[in-house]
């Protein structure tokens, strides 16, 4: 006579052992990395979504100019400069526009501009006096 516990027992040990481990969780993403996959898919009509953060800007078929303008409008929107020699330094390269497409990531550019995010830029004050204007004289005063 069999026990039913027991065959019920031992057909869940059998499942569970048979049982893939579950994939690892994905990390959640930082708000550079969202700002920066955002502006670079936006630049380049692309779905945020289709955009991984290892590609390289040459991946997205990007040239020299969408290069400037996704970087212009990461620190427009942050109020920050993302030193050009932190660019180079992070893409291992002499920091040349063509050399940067090839080799800065998404992730390069989204750990630059944490840490630029470091140190803002500074706002001007707003007590300052304008600047003076220059007085002409007409040549009908003369």
Same mark, same amino acid.
């Given at each position: ?6 065959? +019920?027992? +031992? =057909?869940? &040990? /059998? ?5 893939? #481990? @579950?994939?690892?969780?994905?990390? @959640? ?5 969202? /700002? ?9 009509? &692309?779905?945020?979504?289709?955009? !991984? ?6 991946? %997205?078929?990007?040239?020299? &100019?969408? +290069?400037?303008?996704? $970087?212009?409008? %990461?620190?427009?929107? *942050?109020? *920050?400069? $993302?030193?050009?020699?932190? &660019? ?7 920091? =040349? ?8 990531? +998404? ?9 630029? !995010?470091?140190? #803002? /830029?500074?706002?001007?004050? =707003? ?16």
């Amino acid at each position: 006579m069999r026990h039913p516990a027991a065959c +019920l027992a +031992l =057909t869940f &040990l /059998l499942v569970a052992c048979d049982r893939k #481990p @579950a994939p690892p969780a994905a990390t @959640a993403e930082t708000p550079e990395q969202a /700002l920066v996959r955002e502006v670079s898919a936006a630049q380049m009509n &692309l779905a945020p979504a289709s955009l !991984k953060m290892s590609m390289t800007f040459s991946d %997205l078929n990007m040239g020299s &100019l969408d +290069l400037v303008e996704v $970087i212009m409008e %990461l620190e427009d929107r *942050t109020k *920050t400069k $993302i030193p050009d020699d932190d &660019l180079a330094r992070r893409s291992h390269t002499s920091g =040349t526009v063509v050399q940067l497409l090839k080799s800065l990531t +998404l992730q390069n550019l989204a750990d630059a501009l944490a840490q630029a !995010k470091k140190h #803002p /830029l500074t706002q001007p004050s =707003t007590n300052a006096a304008p600047p003076s204007t220059p007085r002409y004289d007409s040549p009908s005063s003369q």
